[in-house]
């Protein structure tokens, strides 16, 4: 079995993916998100910026032959090439380790069990590695071509040196070890700050046996591992619809919000593997494992979803009421994090003031979209922002998440707006994020507003839109001009504004109900 290192990268993400790419159904993915293909082009844009330092050499092989690579990727090392791009490191099967570069050699450990399998597959060939660096860097040294060696070094997009990094380079390194029969000293990951990090390898290549060790086991015996849904982790994955689908059917622990990976464990060895028992055992079982209040707060949320009832929680510190004034302002951003660019501030004000006592919410409402439609309009948008919040200087300023306060904060230090005119924005903001999670448990998967939204039965009229969506529209927006993009990010704007309203009407009003508290 060949394990690449883009293989190795999905398994230590998540087992399952690594799997599924490998076992799986492919007409069960999911179409690639356009979040995903753009961030792949930028990844391709920061590598091409990075190579305008270095004056690289390109193995020639044909598309995806890895083993005709790996021997010009050795021809070029021959030949002391200063660098090497998309090179190809293989372990040639024909030709035997070099006894101080197996894996038990290496470890600098006594023997580990997990090192010692990982070294029988490869003797036995069950096992072949390969990776594919993104640079090759010639270095001062000794190796089987003469007084030279080289380093792998590795150009990824992310903004810190993350572990599946790391344990990536530690698989380039032994590679290169075998093929230029010298182990490198070092092995370096350039990041989006285009900074130089260097990869610890006394402690990564000894984790990278125990996790090839993992890993082989799990695929060379096609053992699929157990589904999980983690909120952040899958929501980018092809697998993922296939992936909820078994979840849902199974009613699976990790849809109960705040199950974590390690928090399912601790359950599993309590013997509770489902809603139901999580729900009907006796809360000092699980006390001393989770703590009195994770335990009560899990259970009461298992509860709520196998009742599909909403409950009250039994606050210590009491919350004030929920404002409500004649105008209110329901409000909602879209941003580009790559440019730090606030470029839509999307209001719905609801004035009472005159309206029928049974009129609908169409005939005393209004969706103001303050758009940028080009990054230096930002200024703009923030003004006439200031203006229309300060006509009603007593409306309440209802959002979801602490991020719009922040960016009013923000906002305010980039262009300069007096201290007390931000300060009294900020004392109108009632994040209701912080309202539902502090004060009631729901029958949702995850307390996104979206989730929340479409259990209220709010839905969003463009079906495949999301916050990364509407960060790949605006983008092509700026590159295109095709107003289509504009509008649908407005569209969903819209839609995220009257889901924040229709929350805060629904909540409300339940927390006036006179139902019986769950008590903490």
Known sequence: MLIADDLLLDYKRCQRRAFLNLYGDRTERDPERDFVSKLRSQGSQHIAAILADYDCHRPQFAWRDWDAGAIATAHLMAQGVDCIHQGVLQVNRSDPFPAHLWPSAIANAPPNPQVLAVEAQLRLQALELMGKPTLLVKQPGKSRWGDWQYIPINVKLGKRPKPEYKLVSALHTYLLAVMQEALPTEAHLILRDRDVHSVQLHIWLPRLWEVLAECSEVLLLSREPEVFISRQRCSLCQWYSHCNAIAQAQNHLSLVPGVTPNRYEQLQTLGIQTLETLASTPPQELNSTLGHDLALNLQQQAWSILSNQALKKQTKRALPPLPSQEVEFYFDIEAEPDRNLDYLLGVVQIDYRGAPLRGSLRDREQFIPLVAEN?????????????????????????????????????????????HRVQALV???????????????????????????????????????????????????????????????????EDDCRATYRLKVWLADFLETPIAAVKE
Request: hydrophobic letters at 40%; a negative charge; proline letters at 4%.
């Open 375 to 419: 990054p230096a309009a930002e200024a703009d948008i923030w003004q006439q922002f200031l203006t229309l919040m300060e006509s009603e200087p007593n409306a309440p300023i209802f959002h979801f998440s602490e991020y719009e306060v922040e960016t009013i904060q923000r906002l305010g230090r980039l262009y300069k707006t007096p201290l």
């Open 427 to 493: 004392s109108r903001c009632v994040d209701l994020h912080h309202y539902v999670t502090a004060t009631t448990l729901l029958p949702v998967q995850s307390y996104s507003l979206k989730a929340i939204a479409q259990w209220l039965g709010f839905q969003w009229r463009d079906a495949e839109a999301s916050g990364d969506q509407t960060v790949c529209w605006y983008d092509r927006w700026l590159k295109t001009g095709d107003r289509d993009c504009l509008d649908a990010i407005i569209r969903y704007n």
